[in-house]
């Protein structure tokens, strides 16, 4: 997969349905306007001289908190975005969507709230198990699972009854066999861009955070594609 390829189509799609994309994706939007926000008041914070396990620990349980919290209050919701923008590409665009800035939370209920929860859970405990033998193996892990919350949401949509939540994170494992170096690369791509959010106090967030987000959809779609070829399915 040509990584370039995926970023240019992603781009063009957003520059030609840019209000579409943001209305869609205004909850993602939001959260990380809101969580760089906080970020800088912590910075404005009087800072530990010296580095204590107390602290370190602290430093710690507020990161698992953090994650948790994301599971939570915004896990469905990016679900939500990640497959309209699925259905959206596979459809050319060809939509009606009358409450479009609704549609993020379409997943939004008991059941799949909880699923995805535990979703993210397990990817996050895989990954900080990995983490605590290597940073390396850790982030190698990470890139392994990234498309469990895809899958998931394709089942959730075809009417697959979900039996097992860790079975998505083996699914993606099988998918990402042989990818996670263009998923690297994909990443790392974004490292400017995350950047000028951080410069811009947020304000970039606006294109940036709908354009990540229709890459990752994009790399999602070919990754099936190549599966369904090697797999000799038309």
């Known amino acids: 997969?040509?990584?370039?390829?995926?970023?240019?189509?992603?781009?063009?799609?957003?520059?030609?349905?840019?209000?579409?994309?943001?209305?869609?994706?205004?909850p993602l939007i939001a959260w990380q306007i809101f969580t760089l926000l906080l970020s800088y008041g912590d910075g404005f914070q009087e800072g530990v001289t010296l580095v204590?396990?107390?602290?370190?620990?602290?430093?710690?349980?507020?990161?698992?908190?953090?994650?948790?919290?994301?599971?939570?209050?915004?896990?469905?919701v990016s679900l939500g975005v990640?497959?309209?923008?699925?259905?959206w590409s596979r459809n050319n665009g060809k939509m009606e969507l009358k409450q479009v800035g609704l549609v993020s939370f379409r997943f939004f209920n008991?059941?799949?709230?909880?699923?995805?929860?535990v979703l993210m859970a397990i990817r996050f405990l895989y990954t900080l198990l990995?983490?605590?033998?290597?940073?390396?193996?850790?982030?190698?892990?990470?890139?392994?699972?990234s498309q469990a919350e895809?899958?998931?949401?394709?089942?959730?949509?075809?009417?697959?009854a979900i039996e097992s939540i860790n079975e998505y994170i083996s699914r993606s494992r099988v998918m990402m066999d042989g990818h996670k170096w263009e998923y690297f690369v994909l990443q790392i791509s974004f490292i400017?861009?995350?950047?000028?959010?951080?410069?811009?106090?947020?304000?970039?967030?606006?294109?940036?955070?709908p354009y990540y987000e229709l890459a990752t959809t994009n790399f999602y779609l070919a990754l099936k594609k190549a599966q369904a070829d090697d797999l000799g399915v038309n």
């Open 192 to 209: 400017p861009w995350w950047i000028l959010v951080a410069l811009t106090s947020g304000l970039a967030t606006i294109w940036v955070v």
């Open 150 to 160: 895809f899958i998931y949401a394709e089942d959730v949509k075809r009417g697959v």
């Open 110 to 117: 008991r059941e799949t709230v909880v699923d995805t929860v």
């Open 52 to 76: 204590k396990p107390s602290s370190i620990l602290f430093a710690l349980s507020r990161t698992l908190w953090a994650g948790l919290i994301e599971a939570i209050v915004i896990g469905a």
């Open 1 to 26: 997969m040509g990584i370039t390829t995926l970023k240019k189509d992603a781009w063009q799609k957003l520059k030609n349905n840019w209000r579409f994309f943001v209305v869609l994706a205004w």
């Open 82 to 87: 990640m497959w309209t923008m699925v259905e």
């Open 130 to 145: 990995w983490s605590c033998l290597f940073v390396i193996p850790g982030i190698i892990k990470n890139f392994a699972y």
